[in-house]
């Protein structure tokens, strides 16, 4: 074999390749050599130990390792540090030339690829974070430990649910899933990781209507005699289009809305004559606001509002609060003061809470909401109302 020495003594030495065929092409190779040389190079590793190489190979490539590295060597895409041990010369590893260069003639993804994709992908999660619809969705994917490809196809998702809701789309599933490419783009795990952050009901993705989860002591009348006694039941969820029937409503003293579905179905079962609870089903979409605006019409009174103490939290009440801005009615937020902080085991605030944070500085806010995203800023932390609603 024609190669040449880089450095040697008595137990060391280094060769490279005497003609070097490479970078400016790659040598002829049989299939299953090329095939093994796939396998060394996938990695960012400019060196690998020999012994590494020949566990990559397993026992049925022993042979086929050895021959490898030679026509490797004597191509000139790797040199090879050698150790003199029991009389000859050792391979004890190869170190490759041009490494993104060869990866790349191989059709392997580089380390400089990989690089731009994970920038690429943090570019895309950093736009989704300044969404108010996609952002806490978002942040989780930003903070996760998850493969790039798994985070690439949620954010995918996050994408197209932000143009859907834009859009004011309306339909089932598997015409959310036409934006992704095709009616089965979407697979079950993705439709639960979506459920999971958001009421797709509501936001017009479903077999269903866009609802209303209503409670209390209402009642609710249609024409020809129709109604539905709240009473019922500790809850009761109505189509939204239903609403636009109704006729009459038993008016309640008060609204009360409660973003988190645990605190609103204990609300419920314990609801005070007179309040008629509501379920902010996430952010509040078209939808819920014609639902509730319809109900306003004919049964107004002020409203209290309960959302999350956290950044998102403000905004979902302030988004909330829409329908009664609309009409002119009085609303505040309740349970949710800066005290609500003053607990044990809170979250600390992530870079979509800071972003809403920079949003809401110079959003002109109730006293309330503008006491808690002070405390927010200052205290660095953030809590869900489930724990004392």
Not at 24 to 34: G, I
Not at 342 to 349: E, S, V
């Amino acid at each position: 074999m024609n190669t040449r020495e880089l450095s040697a003594d008595r137990t060391r030495r280094h060769r490279a390749a005497g003609a070097p065929v490479w970078p400016a092409s790659l040598p002829a190779l049989d299939v299953d050599e090329r095939e093994l040389l796939v396998d060394w190079l996938r990695g960012s590793a400019d060196t690998r130990r020999w012994q590494a190489l020949l566990e990559v190979a397993g026992a049925a490539r022993i042979e086929l390792a050895a021959r490898l590295a030679d026509k490797a060597l004597a191509a000139g895409l790797c040199t090879l540090k050698e150790s003199f041990e029991r009389g000859r010369w050792q391979r004890s590893s190869l170190l490759w030339v041009e490494l993104e260069a060869l990866q790349a003639a191989l059709g392997l993804p580089t380390q400089s690829q990989r690089d731009a994709r994970r920038q690429a992908l943090a570019d895309r999660l950093a736009a989704l974070m300044d969404d108010a619809l996609a952002g806490e969705a978002a942040q989780g994917l930003a903070e996760s430990r998850m493969a790039v490809g798994l985070v690439e196809a949620r954010a995918a998702l996050l994408e197209a649910l932000r143009g859907w809701v834009g859009e004011g789309g309306a339909g089932l599933r598997r015409d959310f899933a036409l934006r992704l490419g095709h009616t089965k783009a979407v697979s079950e795990g993705e439709w639960q990781w979506l459920e999971r952050h958001f009421d797709l009901p509501a936001l017009g993705i479903g077999a269903f209507a866009p609802e209303l989860t209503l409670a209390g002591h209402l009642s609710l009348h249609w024409p020809g005699g129709l109604r539905v006694d709240m009473g019922v039941a500790p809850f009761i969820t109505l189509p939204v289009e239903s609403l636009a029937a109704l006729e009459r409503v038993t008016p309640p003293t008060r609204w009360w809305l409660i973003e988190n579905r645990a605190s609103f179905e204990k609300q419920a079962a314990r609801c005070e004559q007179g309040v008629g609870l509501v379920w902010i089903a996430g952010r509040p979409t078209r939808g819920w606001g014609a639902g509730m605006t319809r109900l306003l019409q004919l049964a107004p009174a002020p409203a209290a509002i309960s959302a999350d103490a956290d950044p998102a939290g403000i905004e979902i009440a302030l988004a909330a609060a829409a329908p009664w801005v609309a009409a002119g009615l009085p609303w505040a937020a309740t349970a949710m003061e800066p005290e609500r902080l003053d607990r044990r085991g809170l979250q600390p605030l992530g870079r979509y809470d800071r972003a809403v944070l920079d949003r809401l500085a110079t959003a002109a806010l109730p006293a309330e909401l503008a006491a808690l995203r002070d405390a927010l800023n200052e205290r660095g932390v953030k809590a869900e109302q489930e724990g004392w609603l």
